[in-house]
């Protein structure tokens, strides 16, 4: 209880402190901006016949009130929900009355109340999908074909990979390291990409910092932890092989966001291109999940798990992608993928080190093998 209070004390002073700099203040200076300081962010944008639907948020730091909307520098009608002052970090979604035309670009201007303008632009009007039973079975399907599928097809490679010898499998691994390192830089760079639309509040930096060194950090002290029984040689390929499929099912989650917005959004021929994509970008990856076990003979109930462990979180990345769309959440999730695969290549590295006695060269030309094969197949995607 003393070990208690003497931990409170500085708690209770700190109190003490900013209610004395509230209650005068600001130290007696009572500076205030010689303009409104305001942000908001545009979160989601959806078209039905004769409406525009744009959900905001307000990321500055006092409550907003909207003044009004002009699309192609003419004043719109719209209704707000909810109506009033926006609070700070709250949203409301805007709903403006106007004709637009399928396949036009549209520039979209809201002034608030301060006369402050903020800008978004629908690239290329199109009906957003109604949220259905059919909708989300499409998801569903999208997510097999971009996750499930390729990577169950790269597993069935599995036969033709046990005809090789050690050096190929030194080979093999490292290439997996490439593939690896490939998609998390991948993402690192998507994830910063992304949360460049981010408001100040949502801090996206240290959001990229707290989901990718998080989960490198996670599984590391998994591993270590793993690491402390002694494992035979097959159950160490296992547990490799597992975390491999778990690190990618974490990016797939972020690939599967992408694609729902895309689709959500009416952006079907970039979305369709995504896909096409992603299905030959992932067959690499279940390239990657079956590398540690070309020694072993695993079950096929055991090669079905990792398939849908690796695989599976692209249909539920789709679901998010196309019912809720966060972009902080995005972010999240791209960091997220990007520590778990990075930490993944880390400990196969590792792996490599301590029981191959393959050239240099060897490693080297299998690492940027890895890297190149998805840099070629990323050109479909980019």
């Known amino acids: 209880m003393k070990t208690f209070i003497l931990f409170l004390i500085p708690v209770a002073l700190l109190g003490v402190v900013i209610a004395l700099f509230v209650l005068t203040g600001g130290a007696g200076l009572n500076a205030k901006p010689a303009a409104p300081i305001e942000s908001i962010d545009f979160e989601r944008t959806e078209m039905h016949e004769g409406t525009i639907a744009l959900t905001i948020r307000n990321t500055g730091p006092d409550p907003l009130s909207l003044g009004y909307i002009a699309i192609r520098d003419l004043v719109a009608t719209y209704t707000a929900k909810p109506s009033g002052p926006i609070p700070r970090m709250g949203t409301a979604i805007i709903t403006i009355a106007y004709p637009w035309v399928r396949g036009e670009a549209y520039d979209i201007v809201l002034f608030t109340a301060n006369a402050i303008p903020f800008s978004t632009t629908i690239g290329a009007a199109a009906e957003t999908l109604p949220v259905s039973a059919i909708t989300m079975l499409s998801f569903t399907l999208i997510g097999l074909y971009v996750g499930v599928l390729p990577v169950f097809l790269g597993i069935f490679w599995l036969p033709a990979l046990r005809k090789l010898g050690p050096n190929a499998f030194t080979w093999l691994m490292a290439l997996t390291i490439g593939l690896l390192i490939f998609l998390g830089i991948d993402a690192v760079a998507e994830a910063f990409e992304k949360q460049g639309g981010l408001g100040s509040p949502f801090q996206g930096p240290g959001l990229i910092g707290i989901g990718g060194i998080g989960a490198f950090m996670l599984l590391d002290a998994l591993s270590k932890r793993r690491s402390l029984a002694k494992d035979d040689e097959a159950s160490t390929n296992e547990r490799i092989a597992l975390r491999i499929s778990m690190g990618i099912g974490l990016h797939n989650l972020g690939e599967g966001l ?105 490693i080297f030309s299998g690492v940027l093998s890895g890297m190149a094969l998805l840099y070629v197949t990323g050109i479909l995607i980019k």
């Open 258 to 362: 992408a694609i729902g917005s895309a689709f959500m959004l009416g952006e079907a021929n970039l979305g369709m291109f995504f896909v096409i994509g992603f299905i030959l970008q992932n067959i690499t990856e279940g390239l990657g999940i079956i590398a540690p076990l070309v020694k072993q003979k695993p079950s096929v109930k055991y090669l079905a798990g990792l398939g849908l462990l690796g695989g599976g979180p692209a249909i539920v990345g789709t679901w998010l992608g196309g019912l809720v769309a966060i972009p902080a959440m995005s972010v999240f999730f791209l960091a997220l993928g990007a520590g778990a695969v990075l930490e993944v290549a880390f400990e196969i590295g590792k792996f490599i080190a301590k029981k191959s006695s393959a050239l240099p060269f060897t």
